[in-house]
């Protein structure tokens, strides 16, 4: 990934797992490697390290559940404490597509970064954890970035509230 060096799963406190509401379609693979990607930045992040080191845990298994409108009108977080890790799951909305397919990478990318400071932003609150850190440069994805695991899920229509998951949902995505 370029110049930076991402830390080996030894020294990561960021664990992402990735997953998308499927209802007949693809998961969202463009969306899914941004978000991977950023969430690999900010492990690698000397500034993200120390803010996390404060927290006393020693990582974060960060779960996102993307897909189309799912999820956008009100998007739901289960965030527990498991021993000295926490498992933080959160659903986001997809972003639009660019025109093009290199300005699609760089928007997903762009959008990816926000999703996760503002899933971070739960977090630091819920922790009483001090201000995030700068979101750190996020450099390009190359070309030929191989694919993503991403948990997929078809969920039935709930006729009560069908444009979002569920507390439930979500609690039990990555199960």
Not at 24 to 35: K, N
Not at 118 to 138: C, D, G, K, S, Y
């Amino acid at each position: 990934m370029g110049e930076q060096t991402l830390c080996t799963a030894r020294d990561s406190w960021l664990h992402p797992h990735l997953g998308a509401t499927t209802t007949g379609g693809p998961a969202p693979r463009e969306y899914v490697v941004a978000l991977r990607h950023v969430a690999l930045t900010l492990d690698a992040d000397p500034r993200w390290r120390s803010w996390w080191r404060q927290s006393g845990l020693s990582a974060c298994e960060l779960g996102i559940v993307a897909e189309g409108p799912l999820d956008h009108p009100r998007p739901s977080a289960d965030i527990r404490r498991l021993d000295d890790r926490l498992q933080a799951n959160f659903t986001c909305a997809l972003p639009a597509r660019g025109p093009a397919p290199h300005e699609g990478i760089e928007l997903a990318t762009r959008t990816a970064a926000g999703e996760i400071r503002a899933m971070f932003e739960v977090i630091r609150q819920a922790l009483t954890l001090p201000a995030l850190p700068p979101t750190p440069p996020v450099p390009s994805l190359p070309a030929d970035v191989p694919d993503v695991p991403v948990t997929t899920k078809h969920l039935p229509e709930a006729p009560d509230d069908p444009d979002h998951l569920t507390l439930a949902q979500i609690q039990e995505f990555f199960a």
